[in-house]
């Protein structure tokens, strides 16, 4: 596991039983850019990433 895999453990143990709509995590991704613009670029291709993903 790398170090940054941390904190996806830790979503996954507080909040994997939860389900969640898409438009539920854009809002909390424009919220997390709003207040950590420096993420930006990460942010955008995560959600790049995510729209894409046809699997």
Partial sequence: MYFTDRGIE???D??????VTIDWLAEKLRDFVDANPEFETAIERLATYLARDND
Avoid: K, P, Q
Avoid at 14 to 19: I, P, T
């Fill in 10 to 12: 830790e979503l996954s």
């Fill in 14 to 19: 507080r909040r994997g039983d939860e389900e």
